[in-house]
């Protein structure tokens, strides 16, 4: 018995494993590969130069490797490559690469993109990310392992958001946001509110380490007498050996267009 339906539009020259289930009415493009055991549901749209590794599901109404939104892009061969046990639901939008971003838009395993949710040419998602109904990023968008984003939250181009961060839903995010922390608001309005706990215990994080992000955080966000880099220093100097400490130390000294700090975008 076929697994690809009747009404369904598989190019020539697209490679689609034996395994792979293609719903009614989906169309898959030419340049296409798809890996073991994915499931392509009905009326969803595969096309560009996109490559799919193993067990994703792309839900009903999306749209996978469409030209970027970008006005200066003249059709060049980019693309989109997509880890393995993803899920990208119901009318999600994933835009393939341009030629001045690297050429790829990439997304990592085991992450979740719900219904409506956008991400745009030459964004960069790791590992186990969610993004909640109509999420959107922006161009060059960076987003590190495991990050949350709530629904209708906004991220704009080139920014990126760290590791385990959570970002409340309607957010508007100007600004590169740092790992391990929760923040929600809109531009002049944002608030940084903690270190994201219940997501760090989640993950494995062992209590000291979470104490030492804790106490991190409190210098580095709620010590108003003490410039950026004076607090970024002293938060070294006290962790010297926590491997998460310097990882949102080191976030701030690479960030090219500044970081949402507590007390500064309220």
Do not use: W
């Not at 998602?125 to 949350?148: P, S, Y």
């Not at 959570?166 to 809109?186: E, H, L, N, Q, R």
């Amino acid at each position: 018995m076929s697994l690809i339906h009747p009404t369904a539009i598989v190019e020539t020259g697209a490679e689609l494993d034996p395994s792979v289930r293609v719903g009614a009415y989906a169309v898959i493009g030419t340049d296409v590969r798809i890996g073991p055991d994915c499931e392509i549901m009905p009326h969803a749209v595969v096309t560009g130069h996109t490559v799919l590794g193993a067990r994703n599901l792309i839900g009903s109404f999306a749209t996978v490797g469409m030209p970027p939104q970008d006005i200066h892009y003249r059709n060049e061969p980019t693309r989109v490559e997509i880890g393995d046990d993803n899920q990208i639901r119901e009318y999600a939008s994933i835009h393939r690469g341009t030629p001045q971003g690297g050429g790829v838009t990439r997304i990592g395993n085991g992450c979740l993109l719900m219904a409506y949710t956008h991400v745009a040419h030459d964004c960069r998602i790791d590992d186990e990310v969610i993004m909640a109904n109509a999420a959107t990023l922006g161009g060059h968008v960076q987003v590190g392992r495991k990050a949350t984003l709530g629904g209708l939250v906004a991220v704009h181009q080139f920014s990126r958001i760290g590791e385990f961060a959570y970002i409340g839903g309607m957010s508007g995010i100007s600004k590169d946001v740092p790992p391990f922390i929760i923040v929600a608001g809109i531009r002049n309005r944002m608030r940084v509110s903690g270190i994201n706990r219940i997501g760090l215990r989640r993950a494995g994080f062992d209590r000291d380490t979470i104490r030492r992000l804790e106490r991190a955080f409190q210098i580095i966000f709620k010590a108003p007498d003490l410039l950026l880099q004076e607090a970024l220093a002293k938060a070294e100097h006290q962790f010297p050996d926590c491997q998460a400490v310097a990882r949102l130390v080191g976030f701030f000294r690479e960030s090219s267009r500044s970081v949402i700090r507590y007390g500064e975008d309220e």
